[in-house]
């Protein structure tokens, strides 16, 4: 049996908590109705024997404490919430105790923007992870020898496990599931949960916002300029001249600014748009395509799966209630 801690980290999301919880113990459930045995010792572990989580609006009370819990072989790190940098530093306890688990064996996996204490214990220095898109930059100024994976849900490396954003780390969860007491289990978790089973990429739900927390003007100038021309084709040559700067040397600052070169975010802020037209209005792929400065078919559907995951007339007919009706 394998035993499962999962942490109560100050400034924790409770649902987090909660759904890690509910999909171990409901495992072991459904494993017991079929005359096995149970896989998982869950535990809840926090600093103190009182965790206020939400602005203290709820108390989660842990079954022991992080001093008392010499072993484990599984840590769940819950996401956190509010300052990112704060709520790293209130967790700071815990980072010893993760390293010496690890090191002691244990498999350590971080649900959304739990990441950030993972990646806090160092451990991730050299390695990718996956967190929720909106706090990427965030993550990147944070913990720069991370390599932060955009859109992937789930990612693997050398027992550290990391979940993209929000509820997409039922995926982790899944895969945990899965791993330990069998494929059966996890899609029976995923019928009773109505929980989308093996999804890869977060990307469909990403909105895509451009770095501007730096202090290059001329580069933050060339993203307004690609912003409000989105029906423009736009060359890098062309940035580069409008903003009298060679282009080797634009495409390095461009690149360091904003964490894209200028070409994919030139198709970023397009496809950004494309996608804002295929939720909200009855056109046509086409229509939506030559809106955008695309002339090429192909091309355009390219760009749009490579970014988005699905195919334009997917994304459309998930996201648009129009044409889901239709």
Not at 15 to 23: E, G, H, K, L
Not at 135 to 157: C, N, Y
Request: with cysteine; aromatic share 8%; glycine share 6%.
């Amino acid at each position: 049996m394998k035993h499962v801690a999962i942490l109560i980290p100050n400034e924790a999301v409770l649902a987090s908590i909660v759904d890690a919880r509910t999909i171990f113990t409901g495992a072991n459930d459904f494993l017991q109705a079929m005359g096995r045995q149970p896989a998982f010792n869950v535990q809840m572990v926090g600093l103190t024997k009182e965790v206020k989580v939400h602005g203290g609006m709820f108390s989660v009370h842990p079954d022991v404490l992080l001093s008392e819990l010499q072993k484990s072989d599984m840590v769940i790190i819950p996401a956190i919430s509010g300052d990112l940098e704060n709520a790293v530093k209130v967790n700071q306890e815990f980072v010893p105790w993760i390293i010496n688990q690890y090191n002691n064996g244990a498999e350590v996996a971080s649900l959304c923007i739990g990441s950030f204490v993972l990646a806090s214990t160092g451990l991730l220095n050299g390695k990718e992870c996956s967190s929720h898109w909106i706090t990427a930059d965030k993550f990147r100024s944070m913990f720069p020898e991370v390599t932060l994976v955009d859109g992937r849900i789930v990612t693997e490396q050398q027992g550290l496990y990391s979940s993209g954003g929000a509820t997409s780390y039922w995926s982790l969860l899944l895969l945990l599931i899965e791993k330990y007491a069998g494929r059966d289990i996890a899609i029976m978790a995923a019928k009773i949960y109505a929980l989308e089973i093996d999804r890869k990429s977060q990307s469909p739900f990403a909105m895509f916002t451009g770095q501007k927390k730096h202090e290059d003007d001329p580069i933050k100038q060339a993203q307004e300029y690609i912003e409000n021309n989105v029906t423009e084709k736009i060359s890098v040559e062309d940035l580069s001249s409008m903003y009298a700067i060679g282009r080797r040397h634009f495409e390095r600052r461009f690149k360091k600014a904003t964490n894209n070169t200028p070409v994919e975010y030139i198709q970023r802020v397009k496809i950004e748009a494309a996608k804002k037209q295929l939720e909200s209005t009855p056109k046509n792929i086409n229509e939506v395509m030559y809106d955008v400065g695309y002339t090429d078919a192909k091309a355009f559907r390219t760009v749009f799966k490579k970014i988005t995951g699905i195919s334009p007339i997917d994304y459309r007919n998930k996201y648009n209630k129009e044409a889901a009706v239709a």
